[in-house]
């Protein structure tokens, strides 16, 4: 598949995730918001560019050589989404960051969701990522003051990883939820058997579970 085919398809089935939980009649008090990465260049893609929040060095371990200016300059814009969905009067106890990457691509938006929901000044309702891993791990605590910590050291994070992806391992799922259960967060981390880098239809089903139970209609 070519990469514009690929992003085509991530975009119609993000649009399709919310347009069905619409149609069933779910989250209809819930706005869905899918930002998209800009265009940078990937050092594994050759240089080239394409859609992503930061630069991915080598596959060898997505957990080591990583890109902290671009990191950083994407968490900052996630955190400007949600101070904007703040200013608008929506509580950020109702806002729950993650993003839902059916197509999985580099995993890039689960694992920025994690680290800008991990580093959020304002209390989230929860914080969710599929086949993700930690984000500058070495150096998580100098980006986590006391006053960001306690805005979300009760925030439940939701976790999905297929135990034969051959391209984010299980085990960096697993280390990372280790860690941030160590580091007192409480982390739903869920396995799913035989799937690889791809998305699973029971793990949509957990997902909404999980985002219902974070977001209880109101009306």
């Known amino acids: 598949m070519a990469l514009s085919q690929l992003l085509t398809s991530l975009i119609r089935r993000r649009l399709s995730m919310a347009e069905n939980y619409r149609r069933r009649g779910k989250f209809e008090e819930v706005a ?11 050092t594994v893609n050759f ?4 859609p992503g929040w930061y630069d991915i060095i080598a596959f060898n371990d ?4 990583q890109d902290q200016p671009g990191i950083l300059k994407s968490r900052d814009y996630f955190h400007s989404l949600i101070k904007a969905e703040i200013d608008k009067g929506i509580p950020s106890s109702r806002i729950i960051l993650g ?3 059916l197509s999985r691509g580099f995993s890039q938006g ?3 969701s994690i680290f800008a929901g991990l580093t959020s000044p304002h209390p989230l309702a929860g914080i969710f990522g599929l086949s993700s891993y930690l984000l500058l791990g070495d150096s998580l605590a100098t980006y986590l003051t006391p006053q960001i910590k306690a805005a979300n050291s009760s925030t439940p994070i939701f976790m999905g990883h297929g135990d ?3 391209l984010v391992k299980v085990e960096w799922g697993q280390q990372t939820a280790n860690r941030l259960k160590a580091l007192g967060w409480r982390v739903d981390f869920n396995i799913y058997k035989g799937l690889q880098h791809n998305a699973d239809p029971k793990e949509m089903d957990d997902l909404e579970t999980w985002l219902r139970e974070r977001l209880p209609a109101q009306g």
């Open 110 to 112: 689960g694992s920025i």
């Open 62 to 65: 997505l957990a080591q050589q």
């Open 32 to 42: 869905f918001i899918f930002p998209n990465a800009p265009n940078i260049p990937i």
């Open 164 to 166: 034969s992806d051959q």
């Open 99 to 101: 993003i839902p990457s």
């Open 47 to 50: 240089g080239m560019q394409m």
